[in-house]
């Protein structure tokens, strides 16, 4: 017997102000069948309850599905009556109430039924046929056990698979005063997914590390999930990181103050959820140098040796250890006299976003309410936080115009080759992935946009060098960039305005190359960190 096709109609019905169920079956699966969309006016929450011999709405126990129309949820919970309590209980560990629920991932208060207890929550836009029919089957086979009295302890299943969606996190954060273009949020999230090492850099003060203690904090259900580390200017090996075995004791490994190696051997524990690690002010010590076992086994997926096999006592702390695919690393740059430059190794393996505040967001703030409160982003995300590891684990994704893609990184490839910056295949492939994350996530965003983005995050960190061997180059990558290559040198010599300049295909990425050339006309030499 199936029950999806059911459910589909009345999800359906249940945005609509019909409250008529003699349209529904009354049975199924030897149960008895009751549906109720409101007496009189639509219900704030609509239901559908299966219920046993003896066992009713006001008097007993049931599953039951209920759709929250204010939080446009489904929940599959074990039912509880709430007008008289049940005389008989479901075998449950640990049960979760709907309201502590709805608590914990700041959802508001629930209309009702909050006594209920969690089986499973789900998108109702992102329904899937067999989970539907095998999760029905498996709580229905639960309360068959409950009501007959035979002992069945089972664990509770909370494992909610609503969608990701990046709109979401924009909204919540809006909610907290932490006001950042939705274009930019949209670019961190989808670099996150597509490779997850992901650098911030530039003004001190402009909400790198905000962004990404608010994105952790929402997406995690559970502070242990996050490790927000600030690294020391003597930082010299990877100790700070990983720790050390204790040379004077044998057995001993010392583990360090940091919590980074905890956070490495939870999250490894944990596959299903995400795990942030937040190395703020990253390049106040030399990255290469307490950084290199990171950057090594990101591409080769090799292990991190921690001490000699042999040595097999070392605190419970295994000899050696993986990158888990749900650790997530965000690095923090504040480029000044006082911290290094990162290396092509180290850019190379990571989408490289720059914060830039203009007039028109500064105006904005000041005329806001500048508290913060990312206290109450705790967990509103983590609802959506299996979809987002599993979409940062798929590899199937499809790329919109692809043709179109390879044209320009070809373009692009050519130019950076005459300044030695051309990219290898790890970037190209790292675009492309970019580019089809970007399309899953947000289908109406332009494929243009997509590219600038990859052009600015991927291609340009590399650009560096004299102003002899870079001007051309710097010319030429901005004529790329627009419809009439005419004017772009007047633009980099700010003769015109960008206004001027007719269709312009990459924005971001002409920006940053006006940027660099004024650069290096001042001074005689740019980076891409400097300009």
């Known amino acids: ?58 008097n007993g126990i049931y599953p039951f599905y209920l759709y929250f129309k204010k939080q446009n949820l489904l929940v599959l919970s074990y039912g509880l009556s709430e007008t008289i309590p049940p005389n008989t209980n479901w075998k449950l560990v640990n049960p979760v109430r709907i309201s502590d629920y709805f608590k914990r991932n700041d959802l508001g208060k629930p209309a009702r039924y909050g006594v209920s207890l969690v089986f499973k929550v789900y998108d109702p836009a992102n329904l899937v ?48 005063n932490l006001h950042m273009n939705p274009n930019f ?27 990404a203690q608010a994105f952790s904090k929402w997406i995690c259900e559970s502070e242990d999930q996050i490790c927000l580390v600030a690294v020391g200017a003597d930082w010299t090996n990877r100790e700070p990181l990983l720790g050390y075995p204790n040379a004077l004791e044998e057995g001993k490994y010392v583990k360090p103050d940091s919590g980074v190696l905890d956070l490495i051997l939870l999250a490894d524990k944990n596959q299903a959820k995400p795990y942030f690690l937040i190395l703020d002010e990253m390049n106040l010590s030399h990255v290469e140098r307490y950084f290199a076992d990171f950057l090594s086994v990101m591409e080769s997926g090799g292990d991190i040796k921690l001490h000699p096999e042999y ?42 976003i720059e914060f830039r505040v203009i007039r028109e967001e500064m105006a904005h703030f000041l005329n806001l309410d500048c508290t913060l409160n990312l206290d109450s982003l705790h967990g509103a ?79 340009l960190l590399k650009v560096h060098g004299s102003r002899r061997r870079l001007e051309p180059v710097l010319k030429t990558l901005g004529a790329l ?41 001042a001074n005689g030499f740019t980076s891409f960190s400097e300009a």
């Not at 019909?18 to 219900?43: E, M, R």
């Not at 069945?152 to 919540?172: E, G, H, R, T």
């Not at 419809?483 to 206004?499: C, G, I, M, Q, R």
């Open 311 to 352: 040595e097999s006592k070392q605190d419970n702390i295994p000899p050696k250890i993986r990158l888990p695919k749900n650790l997530f690393i965000i690095g923090t740059v504040n480029i000044d006299e006082t911290t290094y430059m990162f290396s092509p190794k180290v850019l190379d393996r990571a989408n490289v």
């Open 481 to 521: 960039c627009v419809t009439d290559a005419d004017k772009v040198e007047d633009y980099l010599n700010s003769k015109k305005e960008l206004a001027e300049l007719g269709q312009i295909h990459y924005p971001i990425t002409l920006e940053k190359l006006m940027r660099m050339y004024k650069s290096l006309i």
């Open 129 to 176: 046929r067999e989970e539907i029919e095998e999760d029905l089957a498996e709580i229905i086979s639960i309360y068959k056990h409950s009501v007959s009295e035979k002992p069945l302890l089972l664990k509770q299943k909370l494992n909610p698979k609503v969608a990701f969606d990046y709109k979401a996190f924009q909204k919540s954060i809006a909610g907290c």
């Open 1 to 58: 017997m199936e029950y999806f096709d059911e459910l589909s109609r009345f999800l359906e019905q249940s945005q609509t102000d019909s409250l008529k169920t003699a349209h529904y079956a009354d049975q199924f699966d030897g149960l008895k069948v009751k549906l109720s969309f409101g007496k009189g006016n639509p219900a704030r929450v609509t239901w559908i309850a299966f219920l046993a011999e003896g066992q009713t709405i006001s």
């Open 381 to 459: 995300g983590s609802i959506m936080a299996t979809s987002f590891v599993e979409l940062a684990l798929n590899r199937q994704l499809e790329i919109n115009s692809k043709v179109l893609i390879s044209n320009t990184l070809l373009n692009f490839f050519e130019q950076l080759q005459k300044a030695g910056a051309e990219f290898g295949y790890r970037s190209a492939a790292e675009i492309m992935r970019f580019a089809a994350i970007a399309n899953h996530m947000e289908p109406e965003w332009k494929i243009s946009e997509v590219i600038d983005a990859a052009i600015v995050q991927k291609l």
């Open 185 to 211: 949020t949209l670019r961190f999230i989808t670099s996150l997914l597509a490779k997850p090492f992901v650098i911030l850099t530039g003004l001190s003060g402009s909400g790198k590390t905000k962004l």
